[in-house]
């Protein structure tokens, strides 16, 4: 592999050659976006078109956005060259770097955008057309058509404006035509092990250079396929789920932008964190979101209390009782029994004419739609529509010519509406959940036979609250909220869902989840041993179930891509008793050194900033994590040793090279470094801190220090 610094020039003339088909690249997708800045949007009319004109406009928009040649970002990352005739049709024949030459093999770069030249050639092939599949997948005993593979490593330097550039600064080839087994064929890529031990920075970065053959697989399964990806820490799920959002709207843009595709998150510092991945893969339009956005954004504000939504933490044994699935049902009963018997004749006048239903008229017709599963507000509507029909039958068979009007009339009809209105109340789901879980005996009638005494004492909000306003609500209060809702009218669903840390929802937060994917498909990635919540699943078909998905793939990926062998071997300790049977990763790199222990005599401050100290040598990004009821102290004693460590979420990932981050909220994030003060403390903080542990020993890239003065947890010494 030839390597040179970013800011030299290259004395390779292979190397230069190289520089210069990726600027040649560039201008070339330059030109594409000024074609279509110049395109002539307004067609005819300017009024009468202007729809059409409208989703032109988006369409441009969409176009150019996915135009944009991103400075940080390298254009291509590798070149495949395909035996003669693979890719190009004899027509394309007739020079230039990336068509076809002669006898020559088909030469194409593999990059994030497509980019052509003036005649419509392709110079660089998207990754995710299915021709580029052989990038991630050729290998010398299935070389699908490939002779060489090469692969580029880039380097960064500050461009004009200040902002990083991306230089090209390497490349290496494979030879796929050696064929199996030669000792060549088993040597890595260097380019792919200095990707994976670079030192990280700020947010996380995509991948789609060093995709590797397993996660691959699972980032090109088709739109109707959910997945479901069991992964140990640093295994690349999060990575996958990403680039399989990209790689979906890539082969089914037209569905899915009609409707729509989500990524949810387990908080709000994890998304900042990947935040940056799919914009820098061309993709503008993904709703990124956590579990609580997404339950609160259909609450209505008027009745949203001052302090925001969620004003209580359940304790773990109520939180499993609220998170479990059986409260679907006692919600269910709970709204169908706001249906009544009826007991009064409706009178519609109609001129000289009155028009009588009597309540054994009714009483079928509420009964066949109360059975027929219809949603509760739908119901209203049809009753009235077949109390309408009813009336009209009455009418037509003494003779009167009815027609929609007469339909509509006395549907609307204020006698109708009043019957309609008292059978079939209206209910507001805040309301619904409100009155079912401050009413004890209301309470006791929908859960017969499902929940305990005591367990429905669990389920009982604090106080007396008046309204939804005044009410404490908790996060397992709002999914019940939403199952309500839900009950009430069917929400529209999503084209796909990516639904990361998914192994720490509530059966009640998965059904949420679930109706969100409706009837489109869902990428579940998660890790059982590293489920901190209550209700977190012991298995993944129970989960899948409860999204709705019960004939989900399971997938495992066990390659483990950020911790090294070290950490991961300690950490992995925890395992036999947080989660018996599953196997730590296979750490991809072994590094000497990568784990401190420091055991401090009495305070642990001067050990714990000697550790941020000797962790800030390093190039990249640390993280000093510990219980969250600690780290306010330890910070502001660290401050008094001279080491500020801001807090995340007051502070970005790539603002400041050391932040603080809550135990809590270590999931999901990856630091080079990571300092983790008093293990014991934070497995005794909460009901599964054993789990959060391993959450947090798993965080680091190059090396994690664990500073204490309270014995060890018994399983890591
Ligand atoms: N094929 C790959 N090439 C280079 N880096 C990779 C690859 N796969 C994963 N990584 C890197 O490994 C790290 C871990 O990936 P990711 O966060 O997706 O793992 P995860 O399985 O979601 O981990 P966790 O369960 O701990 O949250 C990231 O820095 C990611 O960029």
Redesign the pocket.
Known sequence: MTTIDPTTPPADPELLAEREALRAARTALRRMREEVEATELLFGDAAQDKVSNAALHRGRERRLAALVDIPGAPLYFGRLDFDNGTVFLEDDAGGGEHSRADEGPDRVSIGRRHVHDGRGKPMVLDWRAPISVAYYQASPSDRMKVQVRRRYGFGTVAGPDGEPESVLTAFEDEDLMIGEGSPEASQGSEL?NA??ERP?TGP????V????PE?DALVRAPLETTLCVQ????????????HRIAFLLYSERERLSRSGVAIVGPNRSFLSYIQDVLPALGEVDVHQTTVHELLTRDLPERMRPAQGWVRRVESPEAARTKGSAVLAEVLRRDLWAHLRTPEETVMVRRGSRRWRLYPEDVRPLLEELAERGVAYGAGRELLSHRMAHAILSLMEAEGEVCDDRTHTQVRRDPAVRAAVTALWPKVEPLKLVLGLLTDPERLARAAEGLLTPEEQTSLLLPGRPRGPKSAKWSEEDLALVDEAAALIERPSGLGHVVL??AQDLSPMQCRAVGRRAGSGSLTV???IA?GTSPSAARNWSTLLEHLGKPTGHLHV?DR???VPAQIIDFAARLLPTIAPGLGAPVAVRRSPGALQLVSAAEEIAPALAEACRAALKGEGSVGLIAADHQLPGLRTALAAEGVDAPLLGETGMDSARLVAVPASLA????FDAVVVAEPAAIVEAEERGSNRLY?VL??A?SSLHVVHTRPLPQELT
């Not at 996380?204 to 991948?207: G, L, V």
């Open positions: 792919l990707e994976i990280r996380m970065r995509d991948i250079a060093t995709i590797q996660q992964g140990a820490p640093g295994t690349g799920k999060t990575a996958v789920g990403l990361d840390e990635l998660g890790d590293q990926l483990g891509y950020r999931k999901g994030l990856e959450v798993t965080r890239v």
